[in-house]
């Protein structure tokens, strides 16, 4: 079973601030796509991300790797977890509401789990993991409403390229887990997005035509709030937390993260989602609870045999 660490009121407080910043960072995004295309997003989001944390490898004093191996695994790791997951999903959200995208955004520790299984012996795949992936995967179907595919359009593709984006997430976690071990999580961030803008920054000017920096103020403070504060910063403090609170609490953000990006999305945009998207994320939500154990946990006390996990 997944072990659980305590969480102080000072990592609980650090939690809350990293689901809030991830939470506005789908409406940051879909407010940036106003006035840019969709990968001149991305490469802003990846170019001053990056320059930020590579600031902070400077000012920490860390080495940095010079091998080609490590950095055609920084290459990999940009691609799998911030070009193909950050284009598809802002390419989604021109389609899809903010709170929708969060929602299927969270099938992410879905998919985590079975490509752990896949590549991970200490990752298997137990009976509690099955029952919560398929739940997991049964609130996305419901979120989405199967019955939108009877007639596919491109706001069906839009989902479909978000849930993609999850996929990648996933895989991206196989990769830094197998090339990454052992760095500073300062550097393999920096190395990760220095590899995403090697691919971003010329797919957009090839594509979009040259990054323009005039751009109107909403849209410039969008951009320096999912670069700056939702990518560095939210980097830098995933780490503190997962230092402090271990793999399995974070979970929870995931859980946090989608109400505030409705919220915010009702608020800002007038966004309204269909019965069918509480519905799903209520599903999901359970899904998460499951595979994070505790919920599993209680229920076995009340049991004259252990849980089997």
């Given at each position: 079973?997944?072990?659980?660490?305590?969480?102080?009121?000072?990592?609980?407080?650090?939690?809350?601030?990293?689901?809030?910043?991830?939470?506005?960072?789908?409406?940051?995004?879909?407010?940036?796509?106003?006035?840019?295309?969709p990968?001149t997003?991305?490469?802003?989001?990846?170019?001053?991300?990056?320059?930020?944390?590579?600031?902070?490898?400077?000012?920490?004093?860390?080495?940095?790797?010079?091998?080609?191996?490590?950095w055609?695994?920084?290459?990999?790791?940009?691609?799998?977890?911030?070009?193909?997951?950050?284009?598809l999903?802002?390419?989604?959200?021109?389609?899809?509401?903010?709170?929708?995208?969060?929602?299927?955004?969270?099938?992410?520790?879905?998919?985590?789990?079975?490509?752990?299984?896949?590549?991970?012996a200490?990752?298997?795949?137990?009976?509690?993991?099955?029952?919560?992936?398929?739940?997991?995967?049964?609130?996305?179907?419901?979120?989405?409403?199967?019955?939108?595919?009877?007639?596919f359009d491109?706001?069906?593709?839009?989902?479909?390229?978000?849930?993609?984006?999850?996929?990648?997430?996933?895989?991206?976690?196989?990769?830094?887990?197998?090339?990454?071990?052992?760095?500073?999580?300062?550097?393999?961030?920096?190395?990760?997005?220095?590899?995403?803008?090697?691919?971003?920054?010329?797919?957009?000017?090839?594509?979009?035509?040259?990054?323009?920096?005039?751009?109107?103020?909403?849209?410039?403070?969008?951009?320096?709030?999912?670069?700056?504060?939702?990518?560095?910063?939210?980097?830098?403090?995933?780490?503190?937390?997962?230092?402090?609170?271990?793999?399995?609490?974070?979970l929870?953000?995931?859980?946090?993260?989608?109400?505030?990006?409705?919220?915010?999305?009702?608020?800002?945009?007038?966004?309204t989602?269909?019965?069918?998207?509480?519905?799903?994320?209520?599903?999901?939500?359970?899904?998460?609870?499951?595979?994070?154990?505790?919920?599993?946990?209680?229920?076995?006390?009340?049991?004259?045999?252990?849980?089997?996990?």
């Amino acid at each position: 079973m997944t072990q659980q660490m305590t969480l102080s009121p000072k990592t609980w407080a650090a939690l809350i601030v990293l689901a809030f910043i991830w939470g506005a960072s789908f409406l940051s995004i879909r407010i940036a796509l106003d006035e840019i295309p969709p990968l001149t997003s991305i490469a802003h989001r990846t170019f001053w991300a990056m320059l930020v944390l590579w600031g902070v490898v400077w000012a920490m004093g860390l080495p940095v790797p010079r091998d080609f191996a490590r950095w055609r695994a920084f290459l990999i790791m940009g691609l799998l977890n911030n070009a193909i997951p950050f284009g598809l999903m802002a390419w989604g959200q021109l389609y899809v509401e903010t709170g929708l995208t969060s929602i299927l955004n969270a099938a992410t520790a879905v998919f985590g789990v079975l490509v752990a299984a896949l590549f991970f012996a200490d990752e298997r795949l137990s009976p509690r993991k099955m029952i919560g992936v398929a739940l997991g995967f049964a609130g996305v179907a419901t979120a989405i409403g199967l019955e939108n595919f009877r007639s596919f359009d491109l706001r069906s593709l839009a989902q479909l390229a978000i849930l993609t984006g999850t996929m990648a997430y996933a895989l991206a976690g196989v990769w830094g887990r197998k090339t990454l071990s052992g760095l500073p999580p300062q550097v393999a961030a920096a190395g990760m997005l220095t590899g995403a803008t090697a691919i971003t920054l010329p797919l957009a000017v090839i594509i979009d035509g040259p990054v323009q920096l005039h751009l109107t103020g909403p849209t410039v403070l969008a951009i320096g709030y999912y670069s700056i504060i939702a990518t560095a910063g939210a980097y830098l403090l995933y780490y503190y937390v997962l230092a402090r609170a271990g793999s399995g609490n974070l979970l929870l953000v995931t859980l946090l993260i989608a109400p505030i990006a409705i919220t915010l999305g009702a608020l800002v945009r007038h966004e309204t989602l269909g019965p069918n998207a509480y519905l799903g994320f209520g599903i999901l939500a359970l899904g998460l609870a499951v595979l994070d154990g505790r919920l599993w946990a209680a229920f076995g006390k009340g049991q004259k045999h252990p849980p089997i996990d």
